[in-house]
């Protein structure tokens, strides 16, 4: 486990050049691909939101930490998907339609990566329409909504109620973030949680995919 | 006092009748003028009407071509994509500089040749003609990191100055120098100051602000200052990290965000002249007037004098204009 050691490192460094090769090497020598991720990626990631959060880390570290992960986690999916592990949660995710900004939205994809879960991103300016339909044909639990402009917040409303019309709105907990939403915005829309910061995000997907 | 007096006399240090009020106002104005958002972006003469009847109605002390921050990169050859009624963007899939050998091949564009850029340099044009005697006309540029971030996309340039940082700075040197011709069309053509916006500067920490972003802020503000303008600072988010910087930059006005006034203050020394900074969704859309004279009578004692009336960042579309009018009311019923 020393190697896979080092794979907690270069994913906290970013170093995603290590972070293959270490995984690469640690799989080779039989290390359980299931412990690699609970054991050194998870931690890693955790690690580098508690930086992000106590501003020891900035977007640029927490991109390529992101970056690195994914690398190892690239090797690791198929060996997991082959046993049939299941994910913390499988989360459909994505920038409302008319907004184009993502930065937001790719820190909470990659930090709920970096948490466990199953991340299906749907890029920038998804419909309401595309989000019901990808959460139901994937099994999701969770749908994240991102969204930068006042102007764009009404997508959110209206993935909710396209949820409601399809009656399906109980089978998906909804969260949304952005920097013009708040609290009370996600009350009044009716999602089930609203997080002002991507390390946040991934406490409250925890929270929302908990089973009951 | 006409509100151009009012202005550069606040600058100077001069006596002034009440504060200065300069909030940022871009859909809000375009609502407050019945014209769609996509018109305003588009079309210098629908944003200078709109300034105008927003300015005139809550005495507002300047008016400003400030719009969407994809002008530069469209012309550089960005794919741009437009909406009806919200700003413009810059479409990151199809970034300017998605292969960084692009760079080599990027030629500056002519502000005055035909583009998003020569609209705004019009809209500077024909606020001169308007109303260049009694508001201020605030031009506008990118700042070194929001505009590199636009060229090259935002995601790519946060690990670019990472993986490759001397990639970064020449993306930054040919930004720079495209700024600035930008900047001296705008101030030729009336601008009076020239408003940098530099939005991406608060995603990156202080290491990475002092060591690649600050060198680059500072030629422009310097260069800015060699063309006769004075400037004004705004990087969106939270900067409580980088205010050090931001106030060794020698601006005329720091707009502050998301960061604490008080702290602004100790951190740029009694001289500077802070801008904000009550929260635009909280307080200003969706607060009380009461609240938003409450806060904005906080700001003003966290950095009185050297203080002018806004908010954090644009006011909000929706916002209700009995908050709008708080503020008007705040700063006319004070001084300084």
Same mark, same amino acid.
């Given at each position: 486990m020393?190697?896979?050691?080092?794979?907690? =490192?270069?994913?906290?460094?970013? $170093?995603?050049?290590? *972070?293959?090769?270490?995984? +690469?090497?640690?799989?080779? !020598?039989?290390?359980?691909?299931? @412990?690699?991720?609970?054991?050194?990626? /998870?931690?890693?990631?955790? =690690?580098?939101?508690?930086?992000?959060?106590?501003?020891?880390?900035?977007?640029?570290?927490?991109?390529?930490? !992101?970056?690195?992960?994914?690398?190892?986690?690239?090797?690791?999916?198929p060996l997991l998907a082959a046993r049939g592990a299941q994910p913390a949660g499988r989360v459909v995710i994505g920038t409302v339609k008319g907004d184009l900004h993502d930065i937001g939205k790719n820190l909470v994809a990659a930090m709920l990566e970096g948490g466990g879960f199953e991340v299906i991103d749907l890029g920038v300016d998804v419909s309401p329409e595309r989000f019901v339909a990808t959460a139901r044909e994937k099994e999701a639990h969770l749908i994240a909504l991102s969204a930068l402009l006042t102007t764009t917040m009404p997508s959110m409303q209206a993935t909710v109620e396209a949820l409601q019309r399809a009656g399906l709105r109980e089978r998906f907990k909804v969260m949304i973030g952005g920097a013009p939403i708040t609290q009370k915005y996600a009350d009044e829309i009716g999602a089930d949680g609203y997080s002002e910061n991507a390390a946040g995000a991934v406490a409250l997907a925890r929270r929302l995919s908990a089973p009951m | 006092m006409n509100s151009r007096e009012r202005f550069f006399a606040m600058l100077d240090g001069r006596p002034v009748d009440s504060l200065v009020l300069m909030p940022i106002t871009m859909m809000y104005a375009a609502d407050q003028a019945g014209v769609r958002y996509g018109d305003y972006a588009a079309d210098h003469r629908v944003l200078v009407e709109a300034q105008i009847v927003t300015a005139e109605k809550f005495d507002l002390d300047y008016v400003s071509c400030i719009s969407d921050p994809g002008r530069e990169a469209a012309d550089c050859g960005a794919v741009v994509k437009f909406f009806p009624d919200q700003p413009p963007a810059i479409d990151e899939q199809q970034a300017r500089l998605a292969d960084k050998i692009e760079l080599a091949r990027l030629r500056a564009?002519?502000?005055?040749?035909?583009?998003?850029?020569?609209?705004?340099? #019009?809209?500077?044009?024909?606020?001169?003609?308007?109303?260049?005697?009694?508001?201020?006309?605030?031009?506008?540029? +990118?700042?070194?990191?929001?505009?590199?971030? $636009?060229l090259r996309g935002i995601n790519s340039l946060m690990m670019d100055f990472i993986d490759d940082p001397a990639f970064v700075q020449d993306l930054f040197a040919f930004v720079i120098e495209m700024e600035l011709r930008f900047a001296r069309a705008q101030i030729e053509a009336g601008?009076?100051?020239?408003?940098?916006? $530099?939005?991406?500067?608060?995603?990156?920490? &202080?290491?990475?602000?002092? +060591?690649?972003?600050? &060198?680059?802020?500072?030629?422009?503000?310097?260069?800015?200052?060699?063309?006769?303008?004075?400037?004004?600072?705004?990087?969106?988010?939270?900067?409580?990290?980088?205010?050090?910087?931001?106030?060794?930059?020698?601006?005329?006005?720091? $707009?502050?965000?998301?960061?604490?006034?008080?702290?602004?203050?100790? @951190?740029?020394?009694?001289?500077?002249?802070?801008?904000?900074?009550?929260?635009?969704?909280?307080?200003? @859309?969706?607060?009380?007037?009461?609240?938003?004279?409450?806060?904005?009578?906080?700001?003003?004692?966290?950095?009185?004098? #050297?203080? /002018?009336?806004? *908010?954090?960042?644009?006011?909000? #579309?929706?916002?209700? !204009? +009995?908050?709008?009018?708080?503020?008007?009311?705040?700063?006319?019923?004070?001084?300084?």
């Amino acid at each position: 486990m020393e190697n896979a050691k080092r794979l907690y =490192e270069a994913v906290l460094e970013g $170093d995603a050049k290590t *972070a293959r090769s270490v995984t +690469e090497a640690a799989l080779a !020598a039989g290390v359980d691909p299931q @412990k690699l991720v609970t054991e050194q990626m /998870i931690p890693a990631m955790d =690690e580098a939101g508690r930086r992000f959060e106590c501003n020891e880390f900035f977007v640029p570290e927490l991109l390529v930490s !992101a970056r690195a992960m994914k690398a190892a986690l690239e090797l690791i999916r198929p060996l997991l998907a082959a046993r049939g592990a299941q994910p913390a949660g499988r989360v459909v995710i994505g920038t409302v339609k008319g907004d184009l900004h993502d930065i937001g939205k790719n820190l909470v994809a990659a930090m709920l990566e970096g948490g466990g879960f199953e991340v299906i991103d749907l890029g920038v300016d998804v419909s309401p329409e595309r989000f019901v339909a990808t959460a139901r044909e994937k099994e999701a639990h969770l749908i994240a909504l991102s969204a930068l402009l006042t102007t764009t917040m009404p997508s959110m409303q209206a993935t909710v109620e396209a949820l409601q019309r399809a009656g399906l709105r109980e089978r998906f907990k909804v969260m949304i973030g952005g920097a013009p939403i708040t609290q009370k915005y996600a009350d009044e829309i009716g999602a089930d949680g609203y997080s002002e910061n991507a390390a946040g995000a991934v406490a409250l997907a925890r929270r929302l995919s908990a089973p009951m | 006092m006409n509100s151009r007096e009012r202005f550069f006399a606040m600058l100077d240090g001069r006596p002034v009748d009440s504060l200065v009020l300069m909030p940022i106002t871009m859909m809000y104005a375009a609502d407050q003028a019945g014209v769609r958002y996509g018109d305003y972006a588009a079309d210098h003469r629908v944003l200078v009407e709109a300034q105008i009847v927003t300015a005139e109605k809550f005495d507002l002390d300047y008016v400003s071509c400030i719009s969407d921050p994809g002008r530069e990169a469209a012309d550089c050859g960005a794919v741009v994509k437009f909406f009806p009624d919200q700003p413009p963007a810059i479409d990151e899939q199809q970034a300017r500089l998605a292969d960084k050998i692009e760079l080599a091949r990027l030629r500056a564009p002519d502000p005055l040749g035909g583009g998003r850029m020569h609209d705004r340099v #019009r809209a500077a044009a024909l606020f001169k003609e308007r109303v260049g005697y009694s508001k201020v006309i605030e031009g506008w540029v +990118e700042g070194p990191c929001a505009e590199a971030a $636009d060229l090259r996309g935002i995601n790519s340039l946060m690990m670019d100055f990472i993986d490759d940082p001397a990639f970064v700075q020449d993306l930054f040197a040919f930004v720079i120098e495209m700024e600035l011709r930008f900047a001296r069309a705008q101030i030729e053509a009336g601008a009076d100051i020239i408003g940098v916006g $530099d939005a991406a500067a608060s995603l990156v920490g &202080p290491r990475i602000y002092e +060591e690649i972003v600050w &060198p680059w802020e500072k030629r422009l503000v310097d260069g800015l200052h060699a063309l006769g303008a004075r400037v004004r600072l705004h990087i969106c988010g939270n900067t409580s990290r980088i205010l050090d910087g931001m106030g060794k930059l020698g601006c005329a006005i720091v $707009d502050l965000d998301l960061a604490s006034m008080a702290d602004g203050r100790a @951190k740029m020394g009694p001289d500077q002249i802070l801008l904000g900074n009550i929260h635009p969704v909280h307080v200003v @859309k969706n607060g009380t007037p009461e609240a938003v004279t409450a806060a904005i009578a906080a700001c003003h004692r966290e950095c009185a004098p #050297r203080f /002018i009336v806004g *908010a954090g960042c644009e006011v909000p #579309r929706g916002t209700p !204009a +009995e908050n709008m009018m708080a503020l008007t009311r705040y700063a006319r019923e004070h001084r300084p």
